[in-house]
């Protein structure tokens, strides 16, 4: 069955364009282009027996996209991409904190919009699937079953920290996890501001792991919002 997707877009054009794009893509593609015409179509598909993403742009006519995001967040787990042309950190960290499953900023290109569907949709079924915690890619394998960490075919020991964030990591593969998410999952809700932590444990895992650690190529920094391990490829 080809999954439903919720595009939430008011500019004509760009709904219009990756309304067909999807299409051809293989999604059946609900198109709405104002907060009222969303949350009737996300009752609709709901009881239509379900919506497998949303895409959600911020500038809409009667509101901010931010508000189906809450009240979404409140009902469902489906997971949600929001475009928006809307630039810096705050709004992003924001909207990630708040539930959105990626951002991505305005202009991007189908590829790139593809690619994060299918690990947003995936990552949605991991979280029912917890025995799917493998990971193994550039040489970097991490089984989290049995807690075990390789660099080309070597034990890499790891500290309990360092293989708590990694594992972290691994979760959301493809993904970036937010600072204030990182803190409060691996040391806890009372050290989300402690974001040196971050970095100085970031920077132990990069030296274990990666070949350069100054150029990193599977720990990467989404400056100012977080981390994201890259998307082992399929
Ligand atoms: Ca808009």
Do not use: C, N
Request: no cysteine; glycine share 6%.
């Amino acid at each position: 069955m080809s999954p439903t997707v919720l595009l939430v877009e008011d500019d004509r054009e760009l709904r219009h364009t990756l309304s067909d794009a999807l299409t051809v893509e293989g999604y059946h593609v609900h198109a709405s282009a104002s907060l009222a015409d969303a949350r009737a179509l996300l009752a609709h598909a709901a009881a239509e027996g379900g919506l497998d993403l949303v895409l959600l742009d911020l500038g809409l006519p009667d509101g901010d996209g931010e508000h189906l995001l809450t009240q979404l967040r409140r009902e469902r787990t489906t997971p949600v991409i929001v475009i928006s042309a809307r630039h810096g950190d705050d709004p992003k960290v924001r909207l990630l904190d708040a539930g959105a499953d990626d951002y991505l900023v305005k202009p991007f290109s189908l590829a790139e919009l593809l690619a994060r569907m299918r690990v947003a949709m995936r990552h949605r079924g991991r979280q029912l699937r917890p025995s799917v915690v493998r990971y193994d890619h550039e040489g970097l394998e991490v089984d989290l079953e049995a807690r075990q960490v390789r660099r080309d075919g070597d034990v890499v020991h790891l500290t309990p920290t360092e293989y708590a964030l990694l594992a972290r990591l691994v979760r959301s593969a493809g993904q970036v996890v937010t600072h204030r998410q990182l803190l409060a999952d691996v040391w806890g809700p009372e050290f989300t501001e402690h974001t040196h932590y971050l970095r100085l444990y970031m920077g132990q895992l990069r030296a274990k792991l990666e070949t350069d650690p100054a150029e990193p190529r599977l720990l990467l920094t989404d400056p100012g919002v977080g981390y994201r391990l890259v998307e082992a490829a399929e």
